[in-house]
């Protein structure tokens, strides 16, 4: 699975019209192929920053939304409401059986998800990697 947070900083005059645009962009791409979910939140300390989550079956779906007219759409649209950078990161959840180690790429960008025995579920924890 493929995880993607991405921050929007919004210019506040344009705040009505980047609700409408990030609605519309939604809504397409959760009709997509490999979506898992695909939502924005504004932010609880600033009301002019939104935050994208988004979960992606593969990264072939993810790389398929990328080609979509409503990602073109949208990436047109974006720079008349956008106040400053977009920060975007990308995250590979993967299963692993080594309960020892933690065995993620140099990038650090791997969420890990164990299995273990019921004895030992009681004191595992998934470990985070970023």
């Keep these: ?27 397409a791409t959760k009709a997509e192929s490999g979506c898992v979910s695909y ?6 300390t600033d009301p002019n920053q939104f935050l994208l989550f988004q979960e992606w079956e593969s990264v072939d779906a993810l790389q398929g939304h990328f080609e979509t007219v409503h990602m073109e759409q949208f990436l047109e649209k974006l720079p008349s ?7 975007t990161r990308r995250y590979e959840v993967r299963a692993s059986d080594d ?23 009681a004191s595992s924890q998934p470990k985070i990697i970023h």
């Design 99 to 121: 309960m020892d180690g933690a065995d993620y790429e140099d990038d650090h960008t791997e969420v890990e998800s164990r299995e273990a025995s019921p004895k030992a579920a």
């Design 1 to 27: 699975m493929i995880i993607v947070h991405g921050l929007f900083p919004i210019i506040p005059d344009q705040r009505q019209e980047a609700l409408d645009l990030m609605y519309e962009m939604a809504t």
């Design 81 to 87: 409401i956008i106040a400053g950078d977009i920060v």
């Design 39 to 44: 939502e924005f939140y504004v932010a609880q």
